[in-house]
Every structure is written in C-alpha cells, then in structure tokens.
C-alpha cells in the first residue's frame, strides 16, 4: 500500500491526514495551538508551535496507522493565509507571527490605498485589507523598525514550518497572492508595490507552483515523525485554495463554502483578467493557471467556539447542539451577527461588532446557539449573492471544514444559499488537498482533476427545504439591516474595548 501525507496548519489546530493511493484517508490527526491576543484587535501565534505540533502530529499519525514510514511517498502543506512570519538570514524567527485575523493595521492600509491608488486593484487585484500581509510588514516598519532591518526574508505560516522540515526556502502563488505584494495575473512579485514602501524585493522569497517538488525530509526531523529521510515534499498552498482542490473545486461553475475559525465561499475562476473591484477576493488556485473569487467572514466557527468557550465552556460541540433542529428556523426571533473580530465581506470593517437582537425571557442556550449558527450562515449568503450578482450561477456548493461535522448546519446551509449542499466523507478539505498535491506531485495522476476523480468521495446531499427557504429569506433582509444600525453604536463603543 502507498500513501501520501496532507497536513493543513490551520488557526486551531494542525491536522496532519494519512491517504491511500485509492483516495481514502486511513488515518488522522490533530494538534493545537495557543492563540494570543496581546492587545485587543491583535491576534499572534509562535511559529515554533505550528512546527513543533507538525512534527508532533506526524508521529502520531504514524503510531496511530501502523503504516510503513517506506510507503510514505511524499507530503505537501496547507495554510492559514496572510499571517506574516519574519525570519532573519540564519532563519531565525525575529517576532511572533502576525495573523490573518488581526485587525491592528487599518493605518497601514489606507497608507496602501493612498499611495498606490488604483495600481493596488491593477496589479494585486485585491483591496487593502486589515488581514493580508503587506499592511503587517508597514506595521512592522513603522512600529518595530529595528526588527524588519533584520529580516532577511518574509514567510506565510506554511512555508515555515515547511523550511524547519525541509531546510528549503520557498512561496506559492496561491499563498503569496494573499500578500497583496503579488502581481496576481503574471504570477510574479510586483517591485512597483514593493519600491513604493521601500521594502528590498529580496524580502519576497522564490516562488514555486503548489504541486512543485521543495525537497525532502531533514533527517532529525524525520527520525522525530516517524518518517524516513527520503519522504518527497510538495510546496502545498494556501488552505482555501488546497480547501478548493480537496473539495474539487476544479472547473467553472463549481463552488465550495468551508466553515472553519473563519468562513470562506469560493468559486472557480479561469480568466486572469477579471478585475472585483475588491467586492471579492481574487487569488491564485493551487492548480496551475487557474484562480478562484472569494468571500471571507472572519469569525465564522470561530463565533461558534467563542460562544461555547463562554457560555458553556465542559460541552462539547455535539453537545451544545444536541437537539438544535427542535428549536425554529429563525430562534425564536433571536438575530446574531458574526463580527466579534471585525467583518470583511461584504462590509470590509475592521470596528464592527457582533450583535445578538431580539433577546427574550423564552430564550434558552439552544435559541442562542441556533442563532449564532444561522448569524455565520447568512454571513456566507452574502458572499454567495456576491457570487451569483457576477454572473456565476451557484445551485451546488460542497461544505468543508468543522462546521460541515454537523448535520442541521449543513441544513441549514442549503435552507439559507437555497443550493443543494454536498458532503463528503471527509470534512479536511484543506489537509485533504494538500494531499492530493503531494498525490499529484509523486505523479500519480496525470492533473488535479484525474486525481479528484480518486479522491474525492462525496457522501451525502442536504436539499433546500422550500418552507424553511421562505423563512429565512425574510430574516436574511433582517439580518443585512443589522450592519447599517449597529455601525456608528460600534464605533461609539470602540472607546471602550481595552
Ligand atoms: N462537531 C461540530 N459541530 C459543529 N461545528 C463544529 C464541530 N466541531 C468543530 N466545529 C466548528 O469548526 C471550527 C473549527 O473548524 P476547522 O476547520 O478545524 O478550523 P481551522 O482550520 O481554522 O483550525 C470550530 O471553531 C467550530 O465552530
Ligand atoms: O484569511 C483568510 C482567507 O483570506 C482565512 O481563511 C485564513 O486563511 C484562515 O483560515 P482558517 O483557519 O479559518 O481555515
């Protein structure tokens, strides 16, 4: 038996997957990580505990298998995208990562906006975002001048922990288009938006396409994992675009909506000219050539957790939603919107805040958490009204990530998108597609797509339910509301989140 290795460095965890050449995931793993929050707004993890977790979670999976470290063809990497990790020229990490969902650059960006006016949406095809990670190096730049005068070069999360396995340092496009320093169309890295911030292009590390090979195993580090020194690895890419391959987001006309700390709903995109305007995201897929368009709601799960560490902090998730489908579509009345950490589609604001409206005395646990679920869900519509506004017809979207484990959600997510909503037999879209890089890398396959066809195992199909559609079509204009009246009270109470 052969297998591959998918590993997806997520915000919570890193999830490491054991995958036959038949496509099925033999084994899994998972091991988290602290996320501190220094200041409010800020949001930074160790990169040493993202490598120290992969290694830890290899050997694990390797205990748990039983499997032949020989058989071990190769492994690739997925994600959590923009978080900035600056290492000097011995590779030595010179401050803790800056993360994708920290919001304390919203100087640096309107810094972007103003000196590059509409060369940022020309050449990067994205707008200046708190979370993308040219605004964390100005920040740096300007907050901590004496530590960017040290850093040789710039790396996202998977990237690093691929260079304490591999030694070897490297980007891919998918990753790098997520820095808003890539010439997203011609696939290199822009000197002009980098001259116009006085950052050395040398800070830019190579670029490799995601299937590409970056070397083998460290032999510490493979006697550590349980792995032999020999284990090919593939560059892998950014977790929304291995997320998209894992989910077979391959083709035009196909979508996926993943519900991990943040949620995403992506689509295909095959032309490079396109230009959103920054109403979507436009990145680079891990397939070569090809590009995707997204929305992000920033505190997706993360609101869900958020809302069980506090409120209900023994119970697992199975348990605090035991018995949600009793509680109405619509809780009783109880609207939530998902911007405890800010929101950035379709209302890129770094100062908003989440809401519960409508509370009442009736209300129970269960009304507050259906209604956290159906807030994060309604955030997601509007990402796929977006979608469908450009022309892209979306009647199926694939779930991923730790929100498709429950079934109601999924439900509800074909209720709230009105689309058939598939689930497959593994929810690790993003470790999964980084395994089917590494799959294709050891050319297994002649592309993606024939890989896909192997790998991706779809296992059931929830179908809008036409009453509870209605239902919530009539919150949803609720819900989109929301924003317009909570903005200037958010503002107004920014004074006093300390
Ligand atoms: N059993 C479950 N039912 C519903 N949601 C879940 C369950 N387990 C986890 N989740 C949700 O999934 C999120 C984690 O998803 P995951 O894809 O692992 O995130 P990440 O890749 O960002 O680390 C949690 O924040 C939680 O909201
Ligand atoms: O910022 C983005 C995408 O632009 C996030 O989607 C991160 O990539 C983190 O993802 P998860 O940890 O939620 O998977």
Request: charge should be negative.
């Amino acid at each position: 038996m052969k297998y591959v290795i998918g590993i997806d460095i997520g915000t919570s965890a890193v999830k490491s997957v054991l995958v036959s050449a038949e496509g099925k995931v033999v084994c899994e793993h998972s091991e988290s990580y602290p996320l501190h929050r220094p200041e409010p707004g800020w949001s930074e993890q160790n990169p040493e505990d993202w490598a120290d977790r992969t290694i830890a979670s290899l050997r694990r999976l390797m205990e748990k298998s039983e499997a032949d470290p020989a058989d071990v063809e190769g492994l690739s990497f997925s994600g959590q995208m923009h978080g900035l990790v600056l290492v000097d020229s011995k590779g030595k990490v010179l401050r803790p990562a800056i993360l994708w969902n920290d919001t304390r650059t919203t100087q640096q960006c309107r810094k972007i906006e103003k000196t590059l006016g509409s060369k940022l949406l020309d050449i990067a095809r994205n707008r200046a975002l708190e979370g993308f990670t040219l605004p964390k190096i100005l920040w740096v730049q300007e907050h901590e001048p004496e530590i960017l005068s040290q850093a040789d070069l710039f790396l996202l999360p998977k990237d690093y922990v691929r260079y304490r396995l591999t030694g070897s340092l490297g980007m891919d496009y998918s990753d790098a288009a997520g820095t808003l320093l890539l010439d997203v169309a011609n696939k290199v890295w822009s000197s002009e938006i980098a001259e116009a911030f006085d950052l050395p292009l040398s800070l830019c590390p190579q670029l490799v396409e995601s299937s590409e090979l970056t070397g083998t195993l460290l032999p510490e580090v493979a006697e550590a994992a349980g792995l032999l020194p020999s284990t090919r690895v593939f560059a892998g890419g950014a977790d929304n675009a291995c997320g998209a391959i894992g989910a077979g987001i391959l083709g035009e006309g196909k979508t996926m909506c993943s519900i991990g700390t943040s949620g995403v709903v992506l689509s295909y995109e095959s032309r490079k000219d396109i230009n959103p305007q920054g109403k979507m995201h436009f990145f680079n897929h891990g397939e070569e050539n090809a590009f995707y368009v997204m929305g992000v709601t920033l505190a997706a799960g993360h609101s869900l957790s958020w809302f069980k560490d506090t409120f209900a902090k023994e119970a697992s998730f199975d348990h605090l939603l035991e018995g949600i489908e009793a509680v109405p579509a619509g809780s009783g009345g109880l609207l939530f919107t998902p911007y405890i950490s800010g929101e950035r589609t379709p209302h890129a604001d770094a100062d908003i805040r989440g809401s519960f409206i409508g509370m009442d005395s009736g209300h129970t646990l269960k009304h507050f958490a259906r209604s956290v679920m159906e807030g994060i869900t309604f955030s997601l519509r509007e990402s796929i009204d977006i979608i469908r506004q450009s022309g892209k017809d979306i009647t199926e979207v694939t779930a991923i990530g730790g929100g498709a484990l429950n079934e109601v959600w999924l439900q509800m997510q074909a209720d709230i998108f009105n689309a058939n909503i598939i689930k497959l037999e593994s929810e690790q879209g993003p470790a999964m597609g980084a395994a089917m890089l590494a799959a294709y890398g050891c050319e297994w396959f002649s592309s993606l797509a024939e890989c896909a066809k192997v790998f991706i195992r779809p296992a059931k199909t929830y179908s809008p339910d036409p009453e509870q559609a209605e239902v919530y079509s009539g919150l949803f204009g609720i819900y989109q509301d929301v924003y317009g009246q909570t903005k200037d009270l958010n503002e107004r109470l920014a004074a006093y989140r300390k």
